[in-house]
């Protein structure tokens, strides 16, 4: 399954991560939060995917800023 990882803005602390990670799981969704590097990777499962990854970040006061490229995030 294809992964894409993004920057998320509003996160304060790896609690947060880890609520990102739970909120997302509960919709199925695939998800791997790092608050140090303020970004999500998430796996694609259809175009309806990252909508609601959107919806998700917005409830919980978050925001998917911007798709990152892999190869520059160190691991």
């Known amino acids: 399954m294809p992964k894409k990882i993004y ?9 947060c991560a880890k609520m990102i990670e739970l909120d997302l799981e509960d919709e199925g969704i695939v998800a ?4 140090a590097k303020s970004s999500l990777e998430i796996e ?3 175009e309806k ?7 998700v970040l917005k409830k ?16």
Do not use: Q, R
């Open 32 to 35: 791997k939060c790092d608050y």
């Open 7 to 15: 920057k998320v803005e509003g996160m304060n602390c790896d609690a």
């Open 60 to 75: 919980g006061g978050y925001l998917l800023v911007n798709k990152v490229d892999p190869d520059l995030v160190a691991s």
């Open 49 to 55: 995917t990252e909508d609601k990854v959107k919806e």
């Open 44 to 46: 694609i499962e259809d």
